[in-house]
């Protein structure tokens, strides 16, 4: 086997095919020959057993009959068998009656007959056979063979295979010689070249080409493999010298340290970094010792980690560098071990990091200084992400909200906004980030004590380095109080606006009033006082007197008018002072006086008691007294005389009301009732003006009350009015 391995390829192929065409001869005579003498051997005993049972056929008569002579010569016709050496017929008794033996054969018959069937001794062959008529038997037949024959066969085919091995091994040893030489020629070429290349490393060798077959190929492959690494080899140092270009150029160190050796290689750029000179002999001592002192345990400690495990070497720190301030570096290895685990060699590169940590220093602080104002501004400031998920709050943010930065991070603030303010928000948010633009916003947020404050937000779009959009920096203000003060001056817009409509109403009734009512008392003045002059004339001193009377007259009620028109004016221009009014007791002091005035009247006055409300005490006195007062005139012609003063709870709130069985109105005319100088009862029945329904409903517009009434002609009437709780102390709008 030693021979076989250390041989040379030719001495292996010839030996190879050698033994492979003498394992293939031997096989294929082996199998033949086995073949042979088992088909012969069965051939043979076929014969002769088919030969022994016609021979028992034609003995049949013969022992039928007993005939000896025709057993003989049935016998004697078995001489045509060269195979059979004796032959012999016995009866039904086993007795024999006839036998046959060949010239010069030695082989004999037994005198008795054998059982029937085959027996092999030696080189005899026994077979015995019945020989009967129908189901009749009439004895038996015994053949004996000799098959010595087939052992000669055997022998015979021995020596022609061995002959055949012999010459067939000469014409292989011929053969291999001559493919040995179109094999082996080509695959030394190609050992010679690979040899070549091996200890040359040169890779434009080439073996030239012998066939095109499988060796061919195989040689076409060898020079493509070298062409392969030939170009690979080009292309390698090109990428060396690129990359070597782009570590100078990006001003990266490179360190290729040796476990075994402890020795370090460090390029120029890594001295430059470390501050020493270059070509210095580095060992991990001295790498430690530029390492700054505060840095070394855990440069150490990390290079021992990585040393065993399977994770890379990364580390920032700073160097030792005497003549300035130390200087920040960032090294990455890879630790290259042996089948063992055990670190051989350790590869890796420094950058210098000084500038990207000031500037990361710089921002660290302005971040610092950021936080410590955002913290302690009085506004909401948060900032949010490009998805405008925020990733901020200030402590004024959580204190307002009363949550912690988990619960508010991230959308987790918007808990605190309601439905209808958040779509809001979203569609306005949404479409400002879509564009990068800044905006403004006003929405309810919910304070930590469950209250909703109205905030304006503003955000303001970050740009990161990039310049791509980093999300929004932005802060919130609590507007609540502005709201409400928009919404107090927006009803008090109202509130002024309602009073000029009614004052331009007034103004329009008083103008109409003024060329009305006045105008009568003008034209009988007048036309009186002509009379008189005429009267005078005519020497009529009685009827002059009469008429002057009547112009005495209409001058009063002038008078009145104007008084009436100053007390509307005055009531319209008064300021109100708020305070506690008792109106029970108001009422009283008024049913007193009218009582007082009018002593002969039997009026049932029904006050109700502890009537309080908020409000201008002369300015309601005036109001009830006109109320009251109305309903002691429209009752002057009822015998039973019944005014009551009360107030009744309703959904709107307390309503005040006076009640009499008085004159009463005409529903249909109820609108007139608080124009100014209108009167639903002629001055024939009930004198008056028409000015105290209209003074009522002023003093209680300017308490921001509403008053309505309801009645019947001849079934009296009834004013109601209501007060609110706190009217404002504000001056309302002057009417002329």
Known sequence: MNFFQHAPLRQKLTALTMVCSVVALLTTAVALGVYEFFFYQRTMFQQLETLSSITARNSGAALAFANTEDARRVLAALDAEPAVAAAALYDATGTKI????????????????????????????????????????????LVRADVSAIGQRVAAYIMVLIGTTLVSGMLALLLTGWLSNRIVAPVQALVTAATGVKTTTDYSIRVPKAEDDELGALTDAFNEMLARIQQNEADLYRSAERFRLAIEAAKIGTWDWNLVRNEIEWNDRNCEIFGVPLGTRVNSELFLSLVHDDDRPRVKAAIESAAHSTADFSIEFRLQRPERPPHYAFARGLFLKSSAGDPLRAVGVTIDITERRGAELRIIESETRFRAVAERAPALIWSCEPALKRDYFNKTWLNFTGRTVEQEHGTGWQAGVPEADLYRWKEIVGGAAAQRDPYSIEYRLRRADGALRWMVETGSPRTAADGSFAGYLGSCIDITARKENEAELEAHVRTRTRELEVANQELETFSYSVSHD?????????????????ECQAKNPEAAIERLTRVVKAAERMNKLIDAFISMARISRAELKIEEVDLSRMA??????????????????????????????????????????????????????RIEFAAENRPEGRVFYVRDNGAGFDCALAHKLFQAFERL???????????????????????????????????GATFYFTLPD?????????AA
């Open 98 to 141: 006839a036998d046959y033996r060949r010239r010069g054969a030695a082989s004999s018959t037994p005198p008795q007959a054998p059982p029937d069937g085959l027996v092999r001794a030696g080189t005899e062959l026994d077979i015995a056979v019945p020989v009967s008529e129908a189901t009749k038997r009439f004895g038996t037949l």
């Open 518 to 534: 006045l105008r009568g008392p003008v034209r009988a003045i007048q036309g009186f006082a002509e009379i008189a002059i005429e």
């Open 588 to 641: 009283d002091e008024i049913f007193g006086f009218l009582r007082s005035a009018n002593p002969d009247r039997r009026v049932e006055a029904i006050v109700a008691r502890d009537l309080r409300c908020r409000g201008d005490d002369r300015l309601l006195r005036i109001a009830l007294e006109n109320l009251i007062g109305n309903a002691w005139k429209f009752t002057s012609k009822q015998e039973a005389a």
């Open 681 to 715: 009862h002629h001055n024939s029945q009930f004198e008056g003006l028409g000015v105290g329904l209209s003074t009522v409903q002023r003093v209680i517009a300017k308490h921001e009350g509403r008053i309505w009434a309801e009645g019947a002609e001849g079934r």
């Open 726 to 734: 706190r009217p404002r102390a504000s001056s309302s709008v002057k």
